[in-house]
């Protein structure tokens, strides 16, 4: 054997490996069902588009399409011709292309989910990966406010379902293109009197997308950005009724939520609301679950105008933060183990494990290590240690009998009982577990 270098992921790219993936199991089915239960149906679109569907939808002076889109050019085909292509660094941009090119709003509006790996070439840090996790929520072909409000409450049932509490929700409306075009204009005056308190990136941003430069993490320009025309000033009569709309639903509703005017995202897309699920337990990458109303996106990557609104959530983070709050989940144990003395048995044991697996039982088998099946007692020990409840030994004599024997490995452990090889369904029930 050569000494080869051991072969590593790549950096900020994780496996979800057991038992934590049980965590993502238990957190998708959850998400299954809410969804269900709002009348949400999933869509799966590629991992990879042609990099103009997010410099257009995106917007080109955004992080994500400046700074951390893993895009490249394809292959060329025979005639020299190479597609740009990238990963997805979101799902919505994607949704929204499946949408217009299937003409799914054909018949009115569509309420869909997706979940899935999402590409950012940021810097990997606790709660910020190269390849992350989102679960979406996108209503297309519904302008009212009252969709919005179902998305936002959507989220609170999915928390509710999970246990999950230590989340606040923020609020804010981005009006439409007219009102931030006005907003936008005293915003850059505004920024040009104070031009020698902006930074590099700011200055940079100051006419491409001064909007942007409110979500300046920077502590020394706080002071500058507080005092900073606000948005919603300048929202007309239509926007501020939509708005108020919203949080009529929510109040209603039990919701609280805080209203932050710095509330922009980092997306260009969104008009209207926008909002912002967020905890202060997990650092510095506190937004669990961003989103807001895009109107026009849909028009803008070449489709039939229509209004929409959605969210999507970080699973790492909304996992971190269970854990955080001490929300566990069962991990999975098989019903009962299967202890076969030896190899001569498998083939009539194995015929018997199907048919109790068919009849509803999670069954465990003992496997080799390639000579023989291993001692009963280092098998007994494998049994223990699956957490399974009970034992099924497929011994010599057992078989000669036509016989299995069920051993109690947790509650009244050691009791055991000969059951007909043959007849598995009269004795199935007493394997399942009840907890
Ligand atoms: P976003 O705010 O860019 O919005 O991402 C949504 C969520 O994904 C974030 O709140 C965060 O929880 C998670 N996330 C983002 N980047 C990372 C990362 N590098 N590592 C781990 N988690 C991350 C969108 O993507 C929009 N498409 C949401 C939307 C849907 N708006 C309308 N519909």
């Not at 239960?37 to 002076?61: D, K, S």
């Not at 910020?128 to 989102?134: L, M």
């Not at 491409?208 to 020394?220: E, F, G, H, V, Y």
């Not at 989103?291 to 959530?313: C, F, M, N, S």
Request: aromatic fraction near 6%; charge should be neutral.
């Amino acid at each position: 054997m050569s000494g080869s270098k051991q072969i590593t992921a790549i950096k900020g790219m994780n496996d979800i490996l057991p038992p934590a993936s049980a965590r993502w199991d238990w957190l998708e089915d959850v998400v299954r069902r809410v969804m269900a239960q709002h009348a949400y149906r999933n869509v799966r679109t590629p991992i990879m588009e042609l990099t103009q569907l997010y410099t257009r939808g995106l917007g080109e002076v955004t992080d994500i399409v400046e700074k951390e889109m893993y895009a490249f050019e394809d292959r060329a085909d025979q005639h020299g011709r190479a597609d740009h292509l990238a990963l997805r660094p979101e799902g919505t941009a994607g949704l929204v292309r499946a949408v217009a090119e299937h003409n799914l709003l054909y018949d009115g509006g569509k309420r869909l989910f997706y979940m899935g790996p999402m590409f950012r070439r940021e810097r990997p840090q606790r709660g910020r990966y190269r390849q992350f996790h989102q679960i979406g929520a996108e209503a297309l072909g519904f302008g009212g406010p009252e969709v919005d409000a179902e998305l936002i409450l959507l989220a609170v049932a999915l928390w509710r379902e999970l246990g999950l509490t230590g989340w606040r929700l923020e609020l804010n409306s981005l009006g439409q293109p007219d009102e931030r075009r006005e907003h936008r204009a005293a915003l850059v005056a505004y920024l040009q009197a104070h031009h020698d308190q902006l930074d590099e990136d700011a200055r940079r941003r100051l006419h491409s997308n001064p909007l942007r430069i409110l979500d300046t993490k920077n502590p020394a320009m706080q002071a500058l950005v507080e005092g900073a025309p606000k948005l919603l000033d300048y929202l007309g009569e239509a926007s501020r009724r939509h708005f108020a709309a919203v949080q009529a639903i929510l109040a209603a509703a039990g919701v609280s939520w805080h209203i932050n005017p710095r509330l922009v995202r980092g997306l260009d897309y969104y008009n209207l609301t926008v909002f912002e699920f967020v905890t202060d337990r997990l650092g510095a990458q506190g937004t669990i679950c961003g989103g807001g109303r895009y109107d026009y996106l849909i028009e803008q990557i070449g489709g039939k105008p229509a209004p929409a609104v959605g969210w999507a959530l970080g699973v790492e983070r909304v996992l971190e933060l269970l854990q955080e709050e001490g929300v566990h989940t069962l991990e999975p144990v098989p019903d009962a183990y299967a202890i076969i003395p030896d190899a001569a048995a498998l083939p009539q044991a194995m015929r018997c494990l199907q048919q109790l697996r068919a009849l509803g039982v999670a069954v465990q088998m003992h496997a080799g290590s390639g000579e023989g099946m291993g001692s009963m007692k280092s098998q007994f020990k494998r049994a223990d240690a699956s957490g399974a409840r009970h034992a099924l030994i497929f011994g010599a004599d057992e078989l000669a009998a036509g016989e299995v024997t069920v051993k109690a490995l947790r509650d009244g452990a050691g009791a055991q009982l000969r059951q007909p090889l043959a007849q598995p369904d009269a004795w199935a029930d007493i394997l399942k577990s009840t907890a």
